[in-house]
Every structure is written in structure tokens, then in C-alpha cells.
């Protein structure tokens, strides 16, 4: 079977200007130390930042040097993604280009980070392409991994590595490492994880093989992880199961029920209850609602309340003790 490497980089990211000249030097460093590396990949927004002010009207100016720096060193090229505004619509969109500087996908996040990445219109279609006689490849973004339902689709339409560019600075990244290596597990495949730094997240990128270890977790500083995978790790894990123990593929093809809280129409009474999409307000605001709250239904109560009984006794003085 054709070898075949795949290289994360790890790198600073400013929301205050352009960092595709960082990412071309970073590229051409990287190739020169690594010239048998075959596919890059960088995080999330690294190009630009996270600011939808950057959005951009033509993606081709983005696509366009990186056609180049494609062609240059002959690669397969996943350079982040950038906010791309269509018809009064921002899109959060990845590209992928082929040695040849075509390209071959564009992938729209399926899940922007509600009700935090305001402004941003999701995606409706996934995204899978092929490496001729390597695999198929599949590419999800950021919070779409917090949906087990967008890396499962991947998997079924025969994805056996998927490319996850993202971009994490808060403090649930611990979470995040987690659901990567369950998601290659549960999946049967290579996750590679890449965030970014400073405006482009809090670093700790991780790449999973097909049974869910750990190949590499970076720390919060600037790196290069080149990992060369062995795509006949995925076969053999699909066919004998991981650590030749389940088979999670097959017993969802399997399957002889039907997952009906998926099924069109299907009402969901729990998940409605649980209230709009909304930013959590600051604890006072809530506070305030809830004894609101609490009144209105003290007043439309029968029953009156029994009153309330402090748990702490007063102290008592005890002559004894004097």
C-alpha cells in the first residue's frame, strides 16, 4: 500500500490582520524539513481569525495563493478555513486542493458555535473526497464533532480519515480531546484534530488512530505534527473490530430498528422544553427571572406554602459550660 503522511500545523493566529503570509513560511519550513509529507492541514480561521468582519466577498483570494503553495510543493492542502459572505450569508468554509492547485471541495460548517459565533449561516451538506490509491478523506469543522451524527455520516459514506480543523480557546478543550478519540473509536478511523493559538484558539491539537489512541496531543506552543498513517489500520479495524473487539460499524449497518427521533415530522416535547438558543445571561439577570418566576407561580398556587423552618439552632446558653 502507498504510504502516505499527513502534517498539522499548529500556529499563532491574529484577528487584527492577515496571517497567509505566516502560513505560506510555515508551509514552506515544514516542507523543507518534511519533504515526504503528502497532505497539510491548519485550524480553523487561521488565515483570517475569528472576526466575521473579515469575511470574504470572492474566496478565491484566499484559494488562489494556496493553489500556488499547492503546486509548489506538490501536496494535498487543507489550509484552515475562512468566513465566506454569499448572498448576504456568511459561511464558515473550507477549502481542499489537490497537488495539481484544483480544487476539489468546499465544505460549509454544519454547526457555527451558537448562540457564541453569531452571524454565521450553517452548511447542509458533508463533505468527502478521495486520494487516489490512499482512501477516502472526510472534513468536518470544529463544533460539528460535538454531534456524533455529522462524524457517523462520514464514516457510513466510507471516510477513513477525517481532517477536523478547529479553533478552541475556551476551557472545555479538555472535553474536546475526549470526544476526538471517541470519535475515531466509535468511528473506526484517523481523527486529526488541529487548533490554532492566541486568536485562533488555546493549542493542544490531537491526532487518534482507528481505535481511539492517542498518536499525538501538542502543547500550547507552535508545532508541526507529521504523522505518516497506515490506511490498512482502518480496514483491519473495520473488518475485526477495535482491538478485535467491537464492530461499531457493522452493528449500526446492522441494525434492524430505525432511529425515529430522526425520522421527518417527529415531534421532540423534552428537547422544546429545554427553551430557545440563547447566551446565558449574567447570574443576577437570572436571579431575577427566577424569583419572578417563583412569584408568579406563588400567586397562582392553591395550596399555601408551609413556612419556612431555619435548619440552624440558635445558640443556647448553658450555665454548665460556664
Same mark, same amino acid.
Given at each position: 500500500?502507498?504510504?502516505?503522511?499527513?502534517?498539522?500545523?499548529?500556529?499563532? =493566529?491574529?484577528?487584527?490582520?492577515?496571517? =497567509?503570509?505566516?502560513?505560506?513560511?510555515?508551509?514552506?519550513?515544514?516542507?523543507?524539513?518534511?519533504?515526504?509529507?503528502?497532505? =497539510?492541514?491548519?485550524?480553523?480561521?487561521?488565515?483570517?481569525?475569528?472576526?466575521?468582519?473579515?469575511?470574504?466577498?470572492?474566496?478565491?483570494?484566499?484559494?488562489?495563493?494556496?493553489?500556488?503553495?499547492?503546486?509548489?510543493?506538490?501536496?494535498?492542502?487543507?489550509?484552515?478555513?475562512?468566513?465566506?459572505?454569499?448572498?448576504?450569508?456568511?459561511?464558515?468554509?473550507?477549502?481542499?486542493?489537490?497537488?495539481?492547485?484544483?480544487?476539489?471541495?468546499?465544505?460549509?460548517?454544519?454547526?457555527?458555535?451558537?448562540?457564541?459565533?453569531?452571524?454565521?449561516?450553517?452548511?447542509?451538506?458533508?463533505?468527502?473526497?478521495?486520494?487516489?490509491?490512499?482512501?477516502?478523506?472526510?472534513?468536518?469543522?470544529?463544533?460539528?464533532?460535538?454531534?456524533?451524527?455529522?462524524?457517523?455520516?462520514?464514516?457510513?459514506?466510507?471516510?477513513?480519515?477525517?481532517?477536523?480543523?478547529?479553533?478552541?480557546?475556551?476551557?472545555?478543550?479538555?472535553?474536546?480531546?475526549?470526544?476526538?478519540?471517541?470519535?475515531?473509536?466509535?468511528?473506526?478511523?484517523?481523527?486529526?484534530?488541529?487548533?490554532?493559538?492566541?486568536?485562533?484558539?488555546?493549542?493542544?491539537?490531537?491526532?487518534?488512530?482507528p481505535e481511539g489512541r492517542v498518536l499525538y496531543q501538542a502543547e500550547n506552543n507552535e508545532e508541526m505534527?507529521?504523522?505518516?498513517?497506515?490506511?490498512?489500520?482502518?480496514?483491519?479495524?473495520?473488518?475485526?473490530?477495535?482491538?478485535?473487539?467491537?464492530?461499531?460499524?457493522?452493528?449500526?449497518?446492522?441494525?434492524?430498528?430505525?432511529?425515529?427521533?430522526?425520522?421527518?415530522?417527529?415531534?421532540?416535547?423534552?428537547?422544546?422544553?429545554?427553551?430557545?438558543?440563547?447566551?446565558?445571561?449574567?447570574?443576577k439577570e437570572l436571579g431575577d427571572l427566577q424569583i419572578k418566576e417563583e412569584s408568579e407561580l406563588d400567586?397562582?398556587?392553591?395550596?399555601?406554602?408551609?413556612?419556612?423552618?431555619?435548619?440552624?439552632?440558635?445558640?443556647?446558653?448553658?450555665?454548665?459550660?460556664?
Open positions: 500500500m502507498k504510504p502516505f503522511s499527513i502534517a498539522g500545523i499548529q500556529m499563532r =493566529v491574529s484577528a487584527s490582520y492577515s496571517n =497567509v503570509e505566516a502560513m505560506k513560511l510555515k508551509l514552506d519550513i515544514l516542507m523543507n524539513i518534511y519533504p515526504w509529507v503528502d497532505l =497539510v492541514m491548519f485550524s480553523e480561521l487561521a488565515a483570517y481569525g475569528p472576526l466575521t468582519h473579515h469575511a470574504l466577498e470572492r474566496i478565491e483570494d484566499f484559494e488562489e495563493p494556496m493553489q500556488e503553495m499547492a503546486r509548489k510543493h506538490k501536496i494535498w492542502l487543507l489550509p484552515g478555513s475562512v468566513f465566506h459572505k454569499v448572498d448576504g450569508h456568511i459561511y464558515n468554509t473550507a477549502s481542499v486542493i489537490d497537488p495539481e492547485g484544483r480544487i476539489v471541495a468546499r465544505y460549509r460548517k454544519m454547526f457555527p458555535f451558537y448562540p457564541y459565533e453569531v452571524g454565521v449561516t450553517p452548511g447542509h451538506e458533508f463533505c468527502v473526497f478521495d486520494i487516489p490509491e490512499v482512501g477516502r478523506f472526510g472534513v468536518s469543522i470544529c463544533y460539528d464533532m460535538w454531534f456524533p451524527e455529522t462524524t457517523r455520516t462520514l464514516a457510513v459514506m466510507g471516510a477513513e480519515v477525517i481532517l477536523h480543523p478547529t479553533l478552541t480557546g475556551t476551557i472545555d478543550r479538555d472535553i474536546e480531546l475526549s470526544i476526538a478519540r471517541a470519535s475515531a473509536a466509535i468511528n473506526q478511523c484517523y481523527f486529526f484534530d488541529i487548533n490554532g493559538l492566541d486568536a485562533g484558539g488555546s493549542g493542544r491539537s490531537i491526532v487518534c488512530g505534527i507529521p504523522i505518516e498513517i497506515n490506511m490498512e489500520k482502518v480496514r483491519r479495524s473495520r473488518e475485526l473490530g477495535v482491538l478485535r473487539l467491537g464492530q461499531p460499524l457493522k452493528s449500526f449497518r446492522d441494525h434492524a430498528g430505525d432511529f425515529e427521533i430522526y425520522q421527518k415530522g417527529t415531534t421532540h416535547p423534552y428537547l422544546d422544553s429545554l427553551g430557545p438558543l440563547l447566551k446565558p445571561k449574567r447570574v400567586r397562582t398556587a392553591i395550596p399555601a406554602k408551609a413556612p419556612f423552618m431555619p435548619s440552624i439552632r440558635p445558640e443556647q446558653n448553658n450555665d454548665n459550660n460556664l
